[in-house]
């Protein structure tokens, strides 16, 4: 064997794929074939004329998981193919011509799944290279499974591709209708994160409602979302999240800072927790918004508040907390399909 080769079975190595979603499957034959090839180029193929995660996105999810191996460089090749199955003959021609224009150098291994094979259009295109297929048995999964049951396959997603699957479930309400607790025991049931209002933080912190300044709002809508963002990279499958930006603005009026309407943010799953349970006073809760009819009345200004904003919602009421709950699991496991 070549001095220069010594550690590595081939010069150069190509591992192609669509990483859409990346997964285990990807990640383990990118790894071999690292162990294998002296260099390493990872072919990340994307159409704008398909319906794919945001091709940055997935060249991302890539790059973490090789950026601690120097010697693998990712390709990002367009084509305009509608679907995988309309990728012709002239798609793989025009693809290997840019992909060995950018190697400039012979390949002499290319990793590609059982799928592919011996005769598959990377043996007439790459007639020099090797075809080395994966063997999925060791990680029975593809991405076409994931996308039809992400929550249910994700065990075999990796660490950076959880974030973008995760369903986010919001839950909102009037003032004491256990929306807190709800968040906190939901999150514990399913294993997983949850997300607290950030606005009591800075309630408590100036004093009250009646002197909340439009910036305040404005803080809180943004650290909001930002600690949404952050706690998605630790959830598993769900993150159940206490109000969002249309609470805060709708808050906001009461206050009459000015604030400008929120562009609302994406959820998986709203829930409203109807105002039949009594009212507790901690404090920093508004008594004249939760007077005897006004209580029910200001619940049913915030679901037409919500549906001004074109937002759909569950709504769960019960007597009792318990009830309210098992009528919240109910909610999820019926939407998502997935066993708790």
């Not at 909102?172 to 933080?201: C, F, P, W």
């Not at 508004?286 to 937002?311: I, Q």
Request: with cysteine.
């Amino acid at each position: 064997m070549d001095k220069e080769m010594k550690g590595f079975l081939y010069e150069v190595g190509m591992f192609g794929t669509c990483a859409n979603p990346l997964h285990r499957g990807h990640v383990a034959t990118i790894i071999r074939a690292a162990c294998e090839c002296r260099e390493l180029y990872v072919v990340l193929s994307y159409s704008h004329s398909r319906e794919e995660v945001d091709f940055r996105l997935r060249h991302q999810w890539i790059y973490a998981a090789v950026s601690h191996l120097p010697h693998v460089r990712i390709i990002d090749l367009e084509d305009d193919a509608p679907s995988k199955e309309l990728y012709s003959e002239e798609h793989w021609r025009r693809g290997a011509e840019t992909v060995r224009g950018i190697i400039g150098k012979t390949v002499n291994a290319i990793y590609c799944g059982s799928d592919y094979g011996t005769a598959s259009p990377y043996a007439r295109y790459y007639p020099e290279a090797r075809i080395i297929t994966a063997d999925r048995g060791v990680i029975p999964i593809s991405s076409s499974e994931i996308r039809r049951a992400p929550l249910r396959h994700w065990d075999y997603l990796p660490q950076q591709v959880r974030p973008y699957y995760v369903r986010k479930v919001l839950i909102i309400g009037h003032e004491s209708t256990g929306k807190s607790t709800m968040v906190q025991n939901l999150a514990a049931l399913y294993n997983t994160e949850y997300v607290a209002e950030y606005g009591r933080d800075v309630c408590a912190r100036c004093g009250g409602t009646d002197y909340m300044v439009k910036s305040d709002f404005e803080e809180i809508i943004s650290e909001h979302r930002a600690r949404i963002h952050a706690a998605c990279h630790r959830a598993n499958r769900f993150l159940f999240i206490d109000t969002d930006a249309v609470t805060t603005y709708w808050y906001s009026r009461f206050c009459d800072v000015g604030l400008p309407a929120p562009t609302p943010d994406a959820f998986d799953l709203i829930l409203f927790l109807e105002a039949d349970v009594p009212f507790v006073q901690d404090g920093l809760r508004s008594d004249e918004n939760n007077a005897g009819d006004v209580r029910n009345e200001m619940s049913d200004e915030l679901k037409r508040f919500y549906r001004e904003f074109g937002m759909e919602f569950h709504v769960i009421a019960g007597a009792t907390y318990a009830e309210r709950l098992a009528k919240a699991v109910e909610c999820v496991e019926k939407h998502f399909a997935y066993g708790c």
